[in-house]
């Protein structure tokens, strides 16, 4: 089955710096990669998602970049805030299911 | 809140127990998916429905497990006979297509002593 390997599964960054979390997939099929960010004690919460037919997309802090050719997306978190601790899971498309990575647990530091 | 709910958010059990979960979807939504999570984990695929219909159930979904959407709108996910190994976060999420968000409930956490 779909694989999404992610990484690093924690990162620590000051508060300010930028942070980045890589994912690589192998199934060639999946044209959807969204991105989850879930807090204690809560559902997962959508923050940004790409299709395959772009390579990048920006919302105010964040931006994801997706290389189909090399089977990689990336979010970039810029100017971190201390409410961004928590963790993040990317994910893509699978026929009609959502696949997650394991999630990378994100501490910004005072 | 017009967001997903689910009850209840905690749940725990003793082995052997039956355990059954709701989850209402956003009012428009089609699709309603359930998730399994375990610590450490990202969620994991257990089945979804369109409608009323059950489209795919994931190999994680044990014969112990049934799910229902009666009249497309809430769903029902029950565990039979629990197992320690059920002990996890049950999440349950709504789409209206299978190309847009899902969004996620708060999640019913299941302890099965």
């Known amino acids: 089955g779909e694989n999404v390997e992610q990484h690093p599964s924690t990162l620590s960054v000051q508060e300010g710096d930028s942070a980045v979390i890589k994912c690589t997939y192998s199934d060639s099929a999946s044209n959807y990669f969204p991105w989850y960010k879930q807090e204690l004690g809560k559902g997962p919460q959508l923050i940004i998602d790409i299709r395959s037919n772009v390579g990048e997309k920006k919302d105010q802090r964040i931006a994801v970049t997706l290389n189909k050719t090399a089977k990689h997306f990336s979010l970039h978190i810029t100017e971190t805030q201390p409410e961004d601790s928590a963790v993040y899971f990317c994910a893509l498309n699978r026929d009609d299911k959502i696949i997650f990575g394991k999630g990378t647990r994100l501490h910004i530091l005072p | 809140d017009t967001g997903v709910s689910q009850d209840p958010r905690h749940k725990i059990t003793k082995r052997g127990q039956n355990v059954t979960f709701r989850c209402d979807p956003i009012?428009?939504?089609?699709?309603l998916y359930w998730y399994r999570q375990t610590l450490g984990q990202g969620p994991e695929f257990l089945t979804y429905?369109?409608?009323?219909?059950?489209?795919?159930k994931s190999r994680l979904l044990s014969d112990r497990f049934s799910a229902e959407r009666p009249k497309g709108s809430f769903s029902t996910l029950e565990i039979q006979r629990t197992e320690q190994g059920d002990s996890a976060m049950y999440l349950c999420?709504?789409?209206?297509?299978?190309?847009?968000?899902?969004?996620f409930g708060p999640g019913t956490r299941l302890t099965v002593l």
């Open positions: 999420a709504s789409s209206f297509s299978v190309y847009n968000e899902q969004f």
């Open positions: 009012s428009e939504h089609n699709r």
């Open positions: 429905f369109q409608n009323e219909a059950q489209l795919e």
